[in-house]
T-cell receptor
């Protein structure tokens, strides 16, 4: 599965959109992009995933570039409860899910 | 409520004393997996199971055993725990490889 690269940390003002980037330049055609977040030491929480089309659900939107080398997770109106570590994963279905070190998002009041 | 339940949440044990961390899911998921999380090393997969009686090693399987005799349960067994197995452990389950995973609340294990 492709390696992903994320910035180690980001800040976002409460109420503003949080845009979390992920680079996956070596992604292959059958690899999906998944996003999870982990609040403190709780179990990671699934957010969204996509292959090549943009996706939206009640939590977030996922924008994948046309060449699929990068993606952005968008939290449209960040709240303090969105403060967490966000993980981007490129996954082909080999049952081996590789979590990187993620982006620590801090939402500021 | 759909969930993955791990027990115990916290455990302190001594080196060499066999222990089992239980994991149970009520979503009829076929896929289950165990992870450990350590500072600076992130989440690393220990073992996974694609279905009943089908298990395979993840990235850090040494010192651990698993079994999948029923679909809902996937216990993690430490036959002879050592201090380097002190960690935060998570169990996860999913319908399959193209679905998101549901994680348990974690088990914080300390081996002294």
């Amino acid at each position: 599965d492709a390696k992903t690269t994320q910035p180690p940390s980001m800040d976002c003002a409460e109420g503003r959109a949080a845009n979390l980037p992920c680079n996956h330049s070596t992604i292959s055609g059958n690899e999906y992009v998944y996003w999870y977040r982990q609040i403190h030491s709780q179990g990671p929480q699934y957010i969204i995933h996509g292959l090549k089309n943009n996706e939206t659900n009640e939590m977030a939107s996922l924008i994948i570039t046309e060449d699929r080398k990068s993606s952005t997770l968008i939290l449209p109106h960040a709240t303090l409860r969105d403060t967490a570590v966000y993980y981007c994963i490129a996954y082909s279905g080999t049952y081996k899910y590789i979590f990187g070190t993620g982006t620590r998002l801090k939402v500021l009041a | 409520e759909a969930q993955v339940t791990q027990n115990p949440r916290y455990l302190i044990t001594v080196t060499g004393k066999k222990l089992t961390v239980t994991c149970s899911q009520n979503m009829n998921h076929e896929y289950m997996s165990w992870y450990r999380q350590d500072p600076g090393l992130g989440l690393r997969q220990i073992y996974y199971s694609m279905n009943v009686e089908v298990t395979d090693k993840g990235d850090v399987p040494e010192g651990y055993k698993v079994s999948r005799k029923e679909k809902r349960n996937f216990p993690l067994i430490l036959e002879s725990p050592s201090p380097n197995q002190t960690s935060l452990y998570f169990c996860a389950s999913s319908f399959g490889v193209r679905y998101g995973y549901t994680f348990g609340s974690g088990t914080r294990l300390t081996v002294v």
